[in-house]
């Protein structure tokens, strides 16, 4: 069993930035491939980014240039750094990790708003 909890999230004007970070409570993280979703308001569940045990990173289209995924292996985290941050943006993002099976943390809310 893994526990995953974020943290980051809150209220921000556009244009703003934000740094999301996701604890995880597994004692082989790096093991683990980690991901940031987004769960926006009557809209499907979406990847936002994610980032492999490798190190290798996968961006959704319309957050790619302005949002960043990185882990820190020796502290179990994994950080999203979002700027140029837009209304579109807007939801509830989830920390997931996988390996043989799906974890997920329950989200931290980030609202863009003027």
């Known amino acids: 069993q893994v526990q995953l909890v974020e943290s980051g999230g809150g209220l921000v004007q556009p244009g703003g930035s934000l740094r999301l970070s996701c604890a995880a409570s597994?004692?082989?993280?790096?093991?683990?491939?980690m991901g940031w979703y987004r769960q926006a308001p009557g809209k499907q569940r979406e990847l936002v980014a994610s980032?492999?045990?490798?190190?290798?990173?996968n961006y959704a289209g319309s957050v790619k240039g302005r949002f960043t995924i990185s882990r820190d292996n020796a502290k179990n985290t994994v950080y999203l750094q979002m700027n140029s941050l837009n209304p579109e943006d807007t939801g509830v993002y989830l920390c997931?990790?996988?390996?043989?099976?799906?974890?997920w943390g329950q989200g931290t809310q980030v609202t863009v708003s003027s």
């Open positions: 997931n990790a996988v390996r043989y099976y799906s974890y």
């Open positions: 597994a004692s082989i993280f790096r093991m683990y491939d």
């Open positions: 980032i492999t045990t490798g190190g290798s990173t």
